[in-house]
């Protein structure tokens, strides 16, 4: 099964959410700090409270690897707690030189056997070719993001009229002759969103900036619902991860993901 075919059957079951796995040690529930592998512990009962409605999983590199090699087999154990049927996400945005964006690629598919990636666009299609020519995978190619600084390039309005981000989802459109290509938009940014969405085409959209950020669910719902679109998926991270720093925290782990869930269905 392609990563795109995972994706799809999961959006025809209504499914939505992407848990985004940004392992804290300082924020995770205390009780988990006397397990061997606090980290390892927590994501298996996050992936447990979460797998029956989850669409994907997001792995963000920058929590794993600052342990440095021991990060690395983190993230490979992690991947063992995934179900088959279910995405997973290498959140590690590479981008640079032809062999080099090779060589991540190759760790990303051939070593650690992630379905997708982020990656961003900015030194133009030959950085980003060794991902693509990975067809049965998902490249999810940054276009406008979430945070404030989008502004400072993203944003930037070009001499033909359109903004830069604008260019970057036309030429991933172009790239998308094998359907793997993605494409990552900010919640945090919901008119843009209803003025863009129907330039997305087959491009599969991950939705950053629900919950912590400030990015409404129930907005990003409705705009593609008008737009007649079940292509998404919307990342929570924070939200989820320390609803709760009890003892009960795989229960109210669980029954908010319930709730994020019935409203992805509105």
């Given at each position: 099964?392609?990563?795109r075919?995972?994706?799809?059957?999961?959006?025809?079951?209504?499914?939505?959410?992407?848990?985004?796995?940004?392992?804290?040690?300082?924020?995770?529930?205390?009780?988990?700090?006397?397990?061997?592998?606090?980290?390892?512990?927590?994501?298996?009962?996050?992936?447990?409270?979460?797998?029956?409605?989850?669409?994907?999983?997001?792995?963000?590199?920058?929590?794993?690897?600052?342990?440095?090699?021991?990060?690395?087999?983190?993230?490979?154990?992690?991947?063992?707690?995934?179900?088959?049927?279910?995405?997973?996400?290498?959140?590690?945005?590479?981008?640079?030189?032809?062999?080099?964006?090779?060589?991540?690629?190759?760790?990303?598919?051939?070593?650690?056997?992630?379905?997708?990636?982020?990656?961003?666009?900015?030194?133009?299609?030959?950085?980003?070719?060794?991902?693509?020519?990975?067809?049965?995978?998902?490249?999810?190619?940054?276009?406008l993001?979430?945070?404030?600084?989008?502004?400072?390039?993203?944003?930037?309005?070009?001499?033909?009229?359109?903004?830069?981000?604008?260019?970057?989802?036309?030429?991933?459109?172009e790239?998308?002759?094998?359907?793997?290509?993605?494409?990552?938009?900010?919640?945090?940014?919901i008119?843009?969103?209803?003025?863009?969405?129907?330039?997305?085409?087959?491009?599969?959209?991950?939705?950053?900036?629900?919950?912590?950020?400030?990015?409404?669910?129930?907005?990003?719902?409705?705009?593609?619902?008008?737009?007649?679109?079940?292509?998404?998926?919307?990342?929570?991270?924070?939200?989820?991860?320390?609803?709760?720093?009890?003892?009960?925290?795989?229960?109210?782990?669980?029954?908010?993901?319930?709730t994020?869930?019935?409203?992805?269905?509105?």
């Amino acid at each position: 099964m392609t990563a795109r075919e995972k994706l799809l059957n999961k959006f025809n079951q209504k499914k939505h959410i992407c848990v985004g796995l940004d392992t804290d040690l300082q924020k995770i529930p205390k009780y988990f700090l006397d397990e061997k592998e606090p980290i390892l512990a927590f994501n298996k009962t996050v992936i447990e409270a979460t797998a029956k409605s989850a669409a994907a999983y997001k792995l963000n590199f920058a929590f794993y690897e600052k342990f440095g090699p021991k990060g690395f087999e983190l993230i490979s154990e992690t991947l063992k707690f995934i179900p088959d049927d279910v995405l997973t996400i290498a959140d590690a945005k590479r981008g640079d030189i032809g062999n080099t964006s090779e060589m991540y690629a190759k760790a990303i598919f051939d070593e650690l056997n992630f379905d997708s990636v982020t990656l961003h666009p900015y030194m133009g299609y030959d950085s980003l070719q060794p991902f693509l020519k990975y067809k049965d995978k998902v490249h999810f190619i940054l276009a406008l993001t979430s945070n404030k600084g989008a502004m400072d390039f993203e944003n930037q309005l070009l001499a033909d009229g359109k903004f830069l981000y604008q260019k970057v989802i036309e030429k991933v459109t172009e790239w998308n002759t094998d359907k793997n290509c993605g494409i990552v938009f900010g919640a945090t940014k919901i008119e843009d969103l209803k003025q863009n969405i129907s330039s997305f085409n087959d491009l599969i959209v991950l939705l950053p900036g629900v919950g912590a950020q400030g990015g409404n669910l129930d907005e990003v719902t409705e705009a593609f619902e008008f737009a007649g679109n079940i292509n998404y998926l919307i990342n929570v991270s924070r939200a989820l991860l320390y609803c709760d720093d009890s003892i009960a925290f795989p229960k109210s782990l669980s029954e908010l993901m319930d709730t994020y869930t019935k409203q992805s269905l509105k």
